[in-house]
């Protein structure tokens, strides 16, 4: 069973008079356990669908089920629910909690979102840190560490409540090429080791061929879609 | 629970400075509350202990009508025989009153041979004086105060020693008119000097009651005021009640009240005074809950505002709206209990070194009155639960746009 099936998805915003539509009818389907990249221009809709993906933006009309669910229609608690429950998120400012450190950063969902206890939470901290090459770093605050680094943190504190699907606004647009690379490569990693279905958007050519699949998007449309694995487009 | 304390103590740890300051000043706050409380509690106990301890009693009986023509010391509405009885063996019953004292209250001429001036007296009976108001020995400031005075012995207001340039020892002549109208004269030896205080009835002398009855050719029982004390002056209002109750049932033959009954509150203006300092304590209390609800609301709105990336954040990955709200509720309340903490400290510090140094002051023409502020444990824990009560309500608008914020927005900010 697919983890994400949208149909006939659409997103429109209303701005008094002014209506955009920033996705116009879009069908696709990701399947568990894929490495899945949405590429297209600046407002091509990218961040759009990645949040109806990620219940924090309610689709205007269409269907679109995550995790078996059809999410068109939850809002606020039960969202944050969903969320907490099914769902990574790593972001293009990395966005860790500045007053928390890097250990404490990652424990957060299991602290905060769900409700593990102490032993069961130090040690799948630790397992994160290790998966992602910080397990010295525990200790530091995310203002003494790279940005590169603070993505390292930002993914395993995705992957550290076991969720079913993890969503990647431009995971890469604010790291160097080469950090950028190394990123993509950890979430894949990370796919590989755990299973666990990655869904980023990029405009970045560079970072775009290291998907498995990809979706390209233009003016809230998909062009066309296809395993590219091993091409590169530019 | 824990983990939403931590990290709201984290936050604020994080803006130190802006936290400290807005502790400091809600410490402030309770500072000033609680030190005036205390200071002016000490202020207005000792004003109304030495009122009611020398003077009035805690309450007073008179013949319907007298407090109104108090002034006049009006004989012909005294209290007849058969009406004190009546009286007596109802406040012998009561087991609240401590004791209660008989005075006949009487002008006269003063004379020291030379000179005559007017006198305002009480009559009284020493014993039942002295354990009704145990503080008038206290303000006998030259003569002997045991046993308060004898028949023959007369207690001059100082005023009156030194203008009539009499001391103790010495012989004067009061002359007083009766109820008939028959003027009559008796010489007396001054006991002892009586330290005025303020108020009507302050500078009155004190004659033995068998002396004024000598004095205004009394033969049977008569009796101008009835003066009480109470076991504990906190059941005032309920002695009160019975007693009135009692007295005002008791009916003439044209079926009108024979008694009235007062508190120390309607006796004396300085229940006003005592009343005000109790308004000026609300005021206070109020000035200090606006205090604690503005800085809080201000340092808990900046907080939200600046952090409305991390609130997308932690709304993003599954926080619920409802912990998002306990979190900065928190952080507002442990902003109020270190504040009121803080206070709680520096108050009790504050008292303590205040009787440490031994402060005096003037009230009327007492000198040299020990300041002695106390704190009642119910106004510490009262303040302090207004103060976090209010830093709870202040944070609850902001926090409350916090967790309603819509994570994608908040995400995009700026
Ligand atoms: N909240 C919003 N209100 C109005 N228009 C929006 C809003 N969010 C996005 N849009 C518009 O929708 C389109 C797609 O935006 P977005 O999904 O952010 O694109 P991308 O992430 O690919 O750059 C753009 O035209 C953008 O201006
Ligand atoms: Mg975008």
Partial sequence: MAIVEAKALIKNYVAGDITVQAIRGVDFVIEPGSFV??????????????????????????????????????????????????????????????????????????????????????????????????????????????????????????????????????????????????????????????????????????VVKNAETVFFLEDGMLQKEGNRKGESHE | MNNIVKLAFRNLKRYMRRTLLTSMLITLGVVAVLLFISVSGSFKGMMIGQITDSMLGHMQIHAKGYLSSIENLPLNRNLTAKQVDKARQLLDENKSVEAYSMRIKLGAMFSNFSETTNVRLNAVDPQQEMATVPGLVSRIIKGEKEGLLARG???????????????????????????????????????????????PGGRDGVIHLDDARSLLRIEETEISEIAVRLKDMGRLDAVYEAVNGQLSAMKNKMDKPVFEVHT?????????????????????????????????????????????????????????????????????????????????IVSLAGIAGMNAAHISFNFGRQEDLLLAPTIAAGDVVMVSVIVIVIAILGSLQPAFKASRMDPIAALRHV
């Fill in chain 2, 153 to 199: 012995e007369i207690l001059i207001p100082e005023l009156i020693a030194k203008g009539m340039n009499v001391n103790v020892g010495d012989t004067i002549v009061l002359v007083a008119t009766n109820r008939e109208g028959s003027v009559n004269g008796q010489p007396f030896v001054v006991r002892g000097l009586l330290e005025g205080i303020t108020g």
């Fill in chain 2, 264 to 344: 120390w509150r309607e006796l004396t203006p300085f229940f006003n005074i005592a009343r005000m300092i109790d308004v000026m304590t609300f005021f206070i209390k109020i000035m200090l809950v606006s205090i604690v609800l503005i800085s809080i609301m201000n340092v808990m709105i900046m907080a939200v505002y600046e952090r409305i990336n991390e609130i997308g954040t932690i709304a993003a990955i599954g926080t619920t709206p409802g912990k998002i709200l306990a979190l900065f509720i928190t952080e507002g309340f442990l902003l109020g209990l270190f504040g009121a903490l803080i206070g709680v």
């Fill in chain 1, 37 to 206: 990249s949405f590429v297209g221009p600046s407002g091509s809709g990218k961040s759009t669908l990645l949040n109806m993906i990620g219940c924090l933006d309610p689709p205007s009309s269409g269907f679109l089920a995550v995790a078996g669910q059809d999410v068109a229609t939850l809002h606020g608690k039960e969202a944050a629910h969903f969320r907490g429950e099914h769902i990574g998120f790593i972001f293009q400012d990395f966005n860790l909690i500045p007053v928390l450190t890097v250990f404490e950063n990652i424990e957060y969902p299991l602290l905060m979102v769900q409700n593990w206890p102490a032993g069961k939470r130090k040690a799948r901290v630790l397992e994160m840190l290790a998966a992602v090459g910080m397990q010295d770093q525990g200790d530091k605050y995310p203002g003494q560490i790279s940005g590169g680094q603070k993505q390292r943190v930002a993914v395993a504190r995705a992957l550290v409540a076991n969720p079913k699907l993890v969503l990647a606004d431009e995971p890469t647009a604010n790291l160097d090429r080469e950090t950028a690379m190394r990123i993509i490569a950890l979430m894949k990693q990370m796919r590989d080791e755990f299973g666990t279905t990655f869904v980023f958007s990029t405009h970045d050519p560079k």
